[in-house]
């Protein structure tokens, strides 16, 4: 009979600091807390410890709380671009709930843990040009400046203006867009233990229903190209970037015959050879197993050493 291994939760090792944890966030903070419906993949396991941040205090608040402590955290926010471990996480998931956006004449300021979308929608509403490429784009406007995201030759770095940060040392602090270091699909927050709170996008006065026909015609162009209504987490792998070339990762594992291969029930979409979807109810490891055999395929064929744009949550 196969032994089980279970991974101790935080409580049963550190109860004084669950109090501690508890008395600072409340009863909202809860335990063992499935992390797979607040992915798009539908994958993960449970995490040791779960508290939504509805407000800004109360995720500052919880970060604060979480390093004092010596717990570890992450923030979550749209669960797109993740993998989480099928054993889960062992620690403080933070789910950041902080979606407030404005938009005035020439900028939209949202908080970290707005959707991308609404922001793209209330940027049209205010007739104002700039975010149409990110249209489709799943998350939160946390994780797309997190990790640079974008889409049709451009990323959210070059619309970014400003923004706030929580730095390590529990400091608010308002940064101009080159303090992040953007580069391709990568940032700033990838590197330190900053956080972003909220931020501002500098766009243009535009006409309307241009804007409208924009965001309409990227969409549709997404829905022809992605597996949309499958459950992923995107791109799983980065661009290759040789010098100045761009060299597609999706095109490379076309190459190689990518498309419906599959580990259990862990598959490379039949659509888009760089989007790795969950067929059914497939594992992380599946997904992990899957992602390192293209990643020696395309090693062997090609010499190119393929990096994930996914991030492992364990």
């Known amino acids: 009979m196969p032994i089980t ?5 935080l409580l049963t090792r550190r109860k004084e600091t669950y109090k501690k944890l508890l008395e600072a966030l409340g009863d909202r903070l809860k335990t063992d807390v499935a992390l797979a419906r607040y992915t798009t993949f539908g ?7 779960f508290y939504p941040a509805a407000k800004p205090d109360e995720l500052i608040d919880a970060i604060i709380t979480a390093q004092k402590l010596k717990v570890r ?5 749209g669960g797109s671009n993740i993998l989480v471990s099928d054993s889960g996480f062992r620690g403080l998931v933070i789910l950041n709930q902080c979606r407030n956006i404005i938009a ?13 979308s609404d922001v793209i929608k209330q940027a049209c509403n205010y007739s104002l040009s700039g975010l149409e490429f990110a249209a489709g784009i799943p998350g939160t406007v946390g994780g797309a400046i997190w990790g640079n995201a974008g889409a049709f030759g451009k990323s959210v770095g070059e619309v970014l203006s400003q923004a706030v940060i929580l730095t390590e040392k529990g400091e608010i602090k308002e940064v101009e867009k080159d303090y992040l270091r953007f580069a391709y699909r990568e940032s700033r927050l990838k590197t330190t233990r900053e956080v972003l709170l909220s931020a501002t996008f500098g766009l243009e006065k535009g006409d309307k229903k241009e804007i ?3 965001i309409k015609e990227n969409l549709r162009e997404r829905e022809e190209k992605l597996p949309l209504h499958e459950k992923s987490a995107g791109c799983f792998f980065k661009n290759v970037m040789q010098g100045n070339k761009k060299i597609s990762a999706g095109l490379l594992l076309d190459q190689i015959g990518a498309k419906g291969m599959q580990i259990g029930d862990a598959k490379v979409s039949t659509k888009h050879a760089n989007m790795l979807i969950n067929a059914k109810d497939a594992k992380a490891q599946e997904v992990k197993k899957l992602a390192q055999k293209l990643k020696k395929m395309v090693k062997e064929k090609f010499g190119i050493n393929l990096q994930e744009e996914v991030v492992y949550i364990k």
């Not at 994958?43 to 040791?48: F, H, Q, R, V």
């Not at 955290?73 to 926010?77: A, P, Q, Y």
């Open 104 to 116: 005035d004449q020439n900028t939209v300021t949202c908080q970290s843990g707005a959707i991308l």
């Open 212 to 214: 409208e026909e924009k």
């Open 73 to 77: 955290f992450f923030v979550l926010g």
């Open 5 to 9: 291994i279970i991974k101790p939760n």
């Open 43 to 49: 994958i993960g396991g449970k995490a040791d410890l």
